[in-house]
């Protein structure tokens, strides 16, 4: 039987970790450099969401093992794109509509990572409770980052920081305990060979 190609699985995963990473930096910049422009902000917000919701779509496509990490990446992926546009697009009058979109994104993540840490648990993945744990701090950071519990702009980009840096590490942790690639994965249905009588 014909195995499945494991190069768009291997992309996908290594596209996640990279842009991972990218989150975990971007935030530990605004966490150490608040002071940044809104348009540097909008700007380098806006490319991140382009790339990884591409990213995501990839995922969702891949067909990895547990199909648990990029389970609801279609969705996250299309929506992701939709906002980095609008933040590219408007980045100069849009820090109040990135604060929420961002927000209620990371907040959903959050949410639907809880689930894949429970299906992880079923599985018998042993990180399972390191991502309930991760993904409940990040939903809760997602949500902070909606309901802005400050007005001050520096504070608002430091809350930025911790919710791209609580998302990125979540991310790089699904992604390494979830994502299984197995070089000889058999497709999904069997392929048969059909004769005309």
């Known amino acids: 039987m014909k195995t499945r190609s494991v190069t768009p699985m291997k992309l996908a995963k290594a596209g996640y970790i990279i842009m991972s990473a990218v989150f975990c930096a971007v935030g530990l910049l605004f966490i150490l450099l608040p002071e940044l422009s809104t348009v540097i902000i909008g700007r380098a917000l806006g490319t991140a969401m382009l790339i990884f919701g591409g990213i995501k779509l990839a995922g969702y496509f891949s067909k990895d093992l547990f199909r648990l990490a990029f389970q609801y990446d279609l969705e996250f992926g299309i929506l992701l794109i939709a ?72 504070i608002l980009t430091r809350l930025l920081g911790i919710s791209l840096l609580a998302e990125g590490i979540l991310n790089l942790c699904v992604t390494l305990s979830t994502v299984k690639i197995v070089r000889h994965q058999q497709p999904d249905v069997p392929e048969a060979n059909y004769y005309e009588l």
């Open 83 to 154: 906002l980095g546009l609008i933040v590219l697009v408007r980045s100069t009058d849009v820090m109040n509509f990135i604060f929420i979109a961002l927000g209620i994104s990371i907040f959903a993540d959050g949410l639907f990572k809880v689930r894949i840490a429970l299906e992880a648990k079923a599985f018998g993945i042993a990180e399972w409770l390191l991502i309930l744990i991760l993904a409940i701090l990040t939903g809760f950071a997602g949500l902070l980052l909606v309901f802005r519990p400050a007005e001050s702009a520096k």
